[in-house]
């Protein structure tokens, strides 16, 4: 059964600082990584994916990730966070059947 | 392109009363998933569907049942709300050509049960 860990329910940070948000993955097949971002009252909007090929990936909002199979990690990174990221982000984890498995969501808190 | 629509977006119910929620999915998406958040227990999967068919299955009771038209459009029904149902039920759809499920998620309903 796959299942994802974010590490930290929230992480607080002063704008203009760089962040990581950690995610950890377990599955015994091939998955597909997801970061999604829900501001309040909205929806989840997608922020990046790794399907395959290059391990490190660009997302909207200026946000990438590392993909590393040897410590089944997805960790999002932004080098320089604003005010507007303050959300809420989920890493979710994906296979060939098609369900999707969602963390418990880091919450992001950017201080002026 | 106009994006993953759901009504009512908000709704309150009493106990053991019955609801319908609505999604509209991105135009050609033919899967549709539905969720729901709540604090304590995060995202959790419903169900899918796809073609009219459900597909994927969570760990839902009985309770909670949906369907898929020809156009793609859902629906999902919960009947006997209990107040653990409150919650935002989220939608979400996706092309599902291929093995990736890249889905693009609605606004959500908030349903308050009292």
């Known amino acids: 059964a796959q299942s994802v860990t974010q590490l930290d329910s929230q992480v607080p940070v002063f704008e203009e600082a760089p962040v990581e948000l950690r995610c950890n993955y377990s599955s015994s097949v091939s998955v597909y990584l997801f970061w999604y971002v829900q501001y309040p009252n909205q929806g989840l909007q997608l922020l990046l994916k790794y399907l395959s090929g290059s391990t490190l990936v660009k997302g909207i909002n200026g946000f990438e990730a590392e993909f590393n199979k040897s410590q089944t990690s997805f960790h999002l990174r932004k080098p320089s966070v604003h005010i507007s990221d303050t959300a809420e982000y989920f890493c979710a984890v994906s296979d060939p059947g098609f369900k999707t498995i969602f963390g418990a969501g880091t919450r992001l808190f950017v201080k002026a | 392109k106009a994006g993953v629509t759901q009504t009512p977006r908000y709704l309150i119910k009493t106990r053991g009363q019955q609801v319908t929620l609505s999604c509209s999915p991105i135009?050609?998406?033919?899967?549709v998933s539905w969720y729901q958040q709540t604090p304590g227990q995060g995202l959790q999967f419903l169900f899918e569907y796809f073609s009219e068919t459900q597909r994927n299955k969570g760990n839902f009771p009985g309770r909670f049942s949906g369907r898929q038209f020809s156009n793609s459009r859902s629906e999902m029904n919960v009947s006997t709300l209990e107040l653990g149902d409150s919650a935002l039920y989220l939608c979400?759809?996706?092309?599902?050509?291929?093995?990736?499920?890249?889905?693009?998620f609605g606004p959500g309903t908030r349903l308050t049960v009292l």
């Open positions: 135009s050609g998406h033919r899967s």
């Open positions: 979400a759809s996706s092309f599902r050509t291929d093995f990736t499920d890249t889905q693009y």
